[in-house]
């Protein structure tokens, strides 16, 4: 059985770790942003931002999202999950600042930024996989996470002895590479303690 914690936050910026995950490659960087980049950003993006509550459908019933989100991304991209279809927003400085970190880290070009506000601990994100097809087969996920510290949970698609528990910390970025779509599922759990709002910005492509 296989079931890891990470509470990581004293390693120098940039610095890489290597989620030891089978059939994936899991990348983190715990100071990717240091404090006064994360603070900065996480200021611009609460006030920047025009966010939004969506319905979405699960299991065949709409309920309004437990979350608030915005998508930016290039003209005529539109992005689909749960029922759902979100046209994006211009890039905008702040999201172009990050997003050209991201992808010089990640070796990627990406498309489209999905930013959710989870404005307390009541705020959450079941259990999926970002296997949307107008995302391909295998896509690469990059995820930014700024403001209060949220647990983030992986577990195997075919193997239930294999999971996961990392603390998404301010300024930290996770990058979930090939395989990672395929064999995992991830979610934001609901918190049992009180927490103040988190933002998080997952970079896709869609092709």
């Known amino acids: 059985m296989l079931i890891i914690a990470f509470f990581m936050l004293d390693l120098f910026p940039k610095e890489k770790i290597i989620l030891p995950l089978p059939d994936a490659v899991f990348e983190f960087y715990p100071n990717f942003f240091n404090q006064e980049e994360a603070d900065m950003l996480f200021d611009k993006l609460t006030n920047e931002t025009p966010w939004q509550q969506d319905d979405i459908t699960i299991f065949g019933k709409k309920i309004a999202q437990p979350r608030l ?23 905008n400085p702040t999201m172009m600042f990050i997003k050209e970190k ?5 070796e990627q070009n990406f498309s489209t930024v999905l930013a ?3 404005r307390n601990e009541k705020d959450s ?9 107008e995302l391909g087969r295998n896509p690469i996920i990059a995820s930014v996470s700024f403001g209060e510290e949220r647990k983030f949970q992986l577990k195997h698609i075919s193997d239930n002895n294999i999971k996961l528990s990392l603390n998404l910390n301010h300024g930290s970025l996770l990058v979930m590479k090939e395989g990672s779509q395929i064999h995992y599922k991830h979610q934001i759990p609901k918190a049992t303690q009180p927490k103040k709002a988190r933002i998080n910005l997952t970079f896709r492509t869609i092709l």
């Open 116 to 118: 959710n506000l989870y």
């Open 125 to 133: 994100n079941g259990w999926h996989a970002d296997n949307e097809k």
């Open 69 to 91: 989100t915005c998508l930016f991304g290039n003209e005529g991209k539109p992005y689909s999950y749960s029922g759902l279809t979100m046209q994006p927003h211009a890039w």
């Open 102 to 106: 991201v992808d010089k880290i990640s």
